[in-house]
Structure formats: structure tokens, C-alpha cells
């Protein structure tokens, strides 16, 4: 499947929803790597975990349920917000519009918990090459993220 710029357009009469989720880094020998997910045995490419916000949560508190469920990580950082992306959902039937958060963990081998994917979470070095993501917006996300990644957490977290 294709995603070209008609999934960036919000038809008449498309409903709404709100996602919420993240870029997970970790430092390692100096270096920062980055987690990406795609689903096992899913020819349809990485993607950067995120989903729903359910009733009563936080846009933060949805984004780190939807890593651990998607990622599996439970121990996050956070660092910053990295504002917002909206899109068509997969099947083209919701306008989703999706928060984004930074964080830092040092968890090395996350074991996603969602019951209906089996997700599988690896880890690219920030400097490249990394891989093409399925959603664009979320290539462009990260693209713009990454050379403010040390800047960013540096501070905070010296590299090993």
C-alpha cells in the first residue's frame, strides 16, 4: 500500500480521534539508538508507537499505555512534547490526530504487551541509517527530532 497526500487531506464529514504516543531513545557505548515497531511478519514497515486515548486518561498517560502495550517499554523518561500530526486512519474512515512525546529509557529488550499484534520493538543508531517509516508524517516526525535528540537529553543524560 501506497500512502500519498490524499491520507493528509480531512474529508467532509470524517470523524475524529485522538492518539497519543512517543520516540523512545537510549544511550549505548556513546551513542544514541532510537526503538521502532512494526508488526511480526508486517511487510508494511516501521512505525512509531502510539494509539487511542481511552476515557479519563491524560494525552501523556495514553502515549506511555500505548508504548508499553506497543513497545513494551515501562520505564520512560519523559523529556519533552513534540507537538501533534493528523492524518487518515488506516482505513480511511477517522480523522486521527496524534500527540507526540520524547522520552529516554534503559531498557534494552522491551517485550510488547498488546493480546491482538504481535509487536516486535529493535533499535536503530540516531546517526543512520534508519529505516523508511509506513506513515510519512512519522518519518518526518523523527527526521526533525533526531538532530535535537543530543541536544535535547544531553543535559539531562550523558551517553555511556
Do not use: C
Not at 493480546?115 to 516526525?141: D, I, K, N, R
Not at 527530532?145 to 555511556?160: C, F, N, R, S, V
Amino acid at each position: 500500500m501506497s500512502v500519498d497526500q490524499s491520507w493528509f487531506v480531512k474529508p467532509k464529514g470524517t470523524r475524529n480521534r485522538t492518539s497519543a504516543g512517543g520516540i523512545i531513545v537510549r544511550s549505548e557505548n556513546g551513542s544514541w539508538l532510537v526503538a521502532l515497531v512494526r508488526g511480526e511478519g508486517d511487510g508494511e514497515g516501521y512505525v512509531l508507537p502510539k494509539g487511542g486515548v481511552d476515557k479519563g486518561e491524560t494525552l501523556e498517560q495514553a502515549a506511555r499505555r500505548e508504548i508499553w502495550e506497543e513497545a513494551g517499554f515501562s520505564q520512560l523518561s519523559y523529556i519533552k512534547s513534540l507537538g501533534k500530526k493528523s492524518r487518515l486512519s488506516f482505513d480511511r474512515r477517522r480523522w486521527i490526530t496524534t500527540y507526540y512525546y520524547l522520552y529516554t529509557t534503559t531498557q534494552v529488550n522491551p517485550i510488547p504487551t498488546d493480546p491482538h499484534v504481535a509487536y516486535v520493538t529493535e533499535w536503530f543508531p540516531v546517526s543512520g541509517p534508519l529505516p523508511l517509516l509506513f506513515w510519512p508524517e512519522q518519518q518526518e516526525l523523527l527526521m526533525d527530532t533526531l538532530p535535537a535528540i543530543e541536544a535535547i537529553i544531553h543535559p539531562l543524560q550523558k551517553p555511556d
